[in-house]
């Protein structure tokens, strides 16, 4: 996701605390966390931007988008839950009739192992 993509200066979460887009601060339960992620996206008037970008983000190349609210979803906090992290793909793709490159055991391995890697640097 590239800082300077023209789109992000209309993102309702530009300029705004960004502990509010943390997933970290959101609440356990699973149907509260959903509930939160898509009221603090709600109105967002780039909210299909920031969707088509969480899915471009490089998880090919061993990355992947963690512990933060996007497009009205709470991305995972952790690559290590596969399952989890590819659902969070499908979930933006399915709401936003978008295409999304299907992430292999593989790949997810190698995200997790690269955000393992990050933590203990
Ligand atoms: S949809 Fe949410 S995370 Fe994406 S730009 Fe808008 S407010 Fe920010």
Redesign the pocket.
């Known amino acids: 996701m590239a800082a300077t993509d023209p789109w992000r200066q209309r993102?309702?979460?530009a300029g705004s605390d960004p502990e509010a887009?943390s997933t970290d601060n959101l609440p356990e339960d699973q149907a509260e966390r959903a509930r939160y992620a898509r009221r603090?996206?709600d109105g967002?008037e780039?909210?299909r931007e920031?969707a088509k970008s969480a899915l471009d983000y490089p998880i090919e190349n061993g990355e992947y988008l963690t512990g933060v609210?996007?497009?009205?979803f709470a991305a995972p906090g952790n690559p290590s839950k596969h399952r989890a992290c590819e659902n969070f793909r499908k979930r933006i793709a399915a709401r936003f009739d978008l295409p999304h490159f299907d992430a292999t055991p593989s790949v997810l391995r190698a995200a997790a192992n690269n955000y393992e890697q990050e933590s203990k640097e």
Do not use: E, N, R, S
């Not at 609210?69 to 009205?72: I, L, S, Y």
């Open positions: 993102a309702q979460c887009w603090v996206c967002c780039v909210i920031c609210v996007v497009a009205g």
